[in-house]
Every structure is written in structure tokens, then in C-alpha cells.
């Protein structure tokens, strides 16, 4: 298994405070994702980061941000959190083929962090 | 990035070849073709991926028609281990992005 860590694995949280999560790597691969899964949509992408302190949005990225500060850290922090971030959140790391494509190389995911905001 | 269609739900006897099924018919010269699954609770799982040619690695095979508009995952040997939902993706190598796009997948329950 790809060595991809993240933490909390799950949290109960009100409405209004500030969330952060955490995807820790051990195998030095560029790109880092932050994805959420609910019933129905699927994974969806939040954020996404292709080195350190280069991050872009995806889909569904609305009332989040992200930092990565060193390679293998990726933060995906809720500024205040809301009912509607109730998921659970998956990241995912790949490391780009020749050329500097990400599109052909397999990503990994974590284990995911299960929130509930209450 | 193409459209994909999938069963909504697949059984297979434990022991026996599972044969996952995925329509692709509008995918470009350029897309590859990814299987990736779910166990229940867990974070997905790369499978095996293949632009033209047959593949197979050790956790199955995939089969892609000449024409590529369909393509077949294979586990020679389902286990009970094996249930989870199955998603087929085609993708073309992109740029900076190259997130992945999940459909509804396949449900596979092995049973004994």
C-alpha cells in the first residue's frame, strides 16, 4: 500500500469552527488531491496540489483552502465549517509520467477522515 | 474526458471469474483507461489501466476491444475480499490536473 496517512480519521465538529485535516506521504510523489465522497455524487474533487505551495481548485472547492508547505504534507482546512461539508474526504497522491503529465499516472488514496458537522 | 456506463451490480460465485463489464463508446485516440475500486469504508484502490493493448498485472486483466469502445476487467479468482464497487474511467493525459472523475461503478458481491 502507497504511504499515505491522514488525521484525524474521524471528527465531530460544530457548525462555525474551523476544521483542519491533514494528508501526510512517505513516497515523495508530486501531486496531492483532496477529494470528498457523499451518497449519490460520488468523489469530487476539492483541491489539488501539483508541488509545494502550488495548489489549484477543482470541483467543489467553496468554503475550503489547502496549504502545502513541504512535499509530503498536504492540509485541507475548513474555515467554518458547515452541515453541508458533512463527508467523508479522501486524499490521493500520484507522481506525473515523463513530461510533466499527470493524466496517465495511477493515483493512490488514504484511508479517509470521516466529518460530521453538527 | 469520455462518458462511461457500468451495471449498477454484478454477482459472482466465490472461486470463478469475475467479469466486469464497461461501455467507453465515445472515448478519444488519446484516453486511457482506468479501473479502480471501493471496498466498503476504505479509500480507493487502483486497479489496472491500458490505452489499447490487453493488460494484466497481479490483481486482474483488462481487456480492451479493437475499437476501444468497450473494455472487460477480469479477476481470474474471485474471493469474498474481492466485493466492492468497481468504477471504470477514461481519462486523457492532461496537463497540471489530472483528477480523476468518478462515475456510479459496478457493485460486485462475490458470494461463497
Known amino acids: 500500500d502507497a504511504g499515505i496517512t491522514q488525521s484525524p480519521r474521524h471528527k465531530v465538529t460544530e457548525t462555525g469552527t474551523p476544521v483542519t485535516l491533514r494528508c501526510h506521504q512517505t513516497e515523495n510523489h508530486r501531486y496531492m488531491y483532496w477529494y470528498r465522497q457523499d451518497p449519490g455524487h460520488g468523489l469530487r474533487l476539492i483541491h489539488y496540489s501539483y508541488g509545494v505551495k502550488d495548489t489549484d481548485k477543482g470541483e467543489v472547492s467553496d468554503g475550503y483552502s489547502v496549504s502545502r508547505s513541504k512535499t509530503e504534507d498536504f492540509l485541507l482546512t475548513l474555515e467554518s465549517a458547515t452541515s453541508s461539508q458533512t463527508s467523508v474526504y479522501f486524499c490521493a497522491i500520484s507522481e506525473p509520467l515523463r513530461g510533466g503529465l499527470a493524466g496517465r499516472a495511477a493515483q493512490y488514496f488514504g484511508p479517509g477522515t470521516r466529518l460530521l458537522v453538527l | 474526458d469520455a462518458k462511461t456506463t457500468q451495471p449498477p451490480s454484478m454477482d459472482c460465485a466465490e472461486g470463478r471469474a469475475a467479469n466486469l463489464p464497461c461501455n467507453h463508446s465515445?472515448?478519444?485516440?488519446?484516453?486511457?483507461v482506468y479501473w479502480y475500486r471501493q471496498i466498503h469504508s476504505q479509500g480507493p484502490q487502483y486497479i489496472i489501466h491500458?490505452?489499447?493493448n490487453n493488460e494484466t498485472n497481479e490483481m486482474a486483466s483488462l481487456i480492451i476491444t479493437e475499437d476501444r469502445k468497450s473494455s472487460t476487467l477480469i479477476l481470474p479468482h474471485a474471493t469474498l475480499r474481492d466485493t466492492a464497487v468497481y468504477y471504470c474511467?477514461?481519462?486523457?493525459?492532461?496537463?497540471?490536473?489530472?483528477?480523476?472523475?468518478f462515475g456510479k461503478g459496478t457493485k460486485l458481491s462475490v458470494k461463497p
Open positions: 474511467i477514461v481519462r486523457v493525459a492532461m496537463g497540471s490536473q489530472g483528477n480523476l472523475i
Open positions: 465515445t472515448i478519444s485516440g488519446n484516453e486511457y
Open positions: 491500458g490505452l489499447k
